[in-house]
């Protein structure tokens, strides 16, 4: 089984951002999660009069977005499919890059303070230009 379409086994944050991170990548589909977030829930005919892509390329890109569970379909009037944001993958998502931010912060800071103490610390005339001059 290719490793995309392998099962998720459990919460797994890192597998969960990574979803989310390739749902985000493609603008079409960060333009259809930012008209839900304005306009609220939607069929994927709605979404594609409002965007400049065609309904069925609209639903390929809704069902890539449910897999990475930052939408939910609901069934609505008439047999209608209608398409609502779910904010928890995007919220593990935001997790993991503030944990990845951390690992870096520590290391950042450390390095900061080092090259700050060496810019505090007396400049000193290396060797090689004090040989052979005297004064």
């Known amino acids: 089984m290719p490793p995309d379409t ?3 086994a459990g919460p797994d944050v890192e597998a969960i951002a990574e979803q989310v991170f390739t749902a985000l990548a493609d603008p079409t589909r960060r333009a ?3 008209a839900l977030a304005a306009q609220g829930p939607a069929t ?3 979404l ?6 065609t309904r069925q390329a609209i639903a390929k890109h809704l069902a890539l ?3 990475a569970g930052l939408v939910r379909a609901e069934p609505g009037e008439r047999r209608r499919v209608r398409y609502r944001l779910r904010s928890a993958p ?3 998502a ?3 890059l503030a944990a990845l931010a951390r690992d ?4 950042l800071d450390a390095l900061k303070d080092h090259l700050d103490r060496t810019a505090r610390e007396p400049a000193t005339t290396p060797v090689h230009e004090t040989r052979g001059h005297h004064g």
């Open 65 to 67: 977005l449910a897999e």
């Open 104 to 107: 870096w912060d520590g290391p």
């Open 48 to 53: 594609a009069g409002r965007l400049p892509v």
């Open 90 to 92: 995007m919220q593990v």
């Open 32 to 34: 259809i999660l930012a």
């Open 6 to 8: 392998q099962p998720r």
């Open 44 to 46: 994927a005919t709605d």
């Open 94 to 96: 935001q997790q993991f």
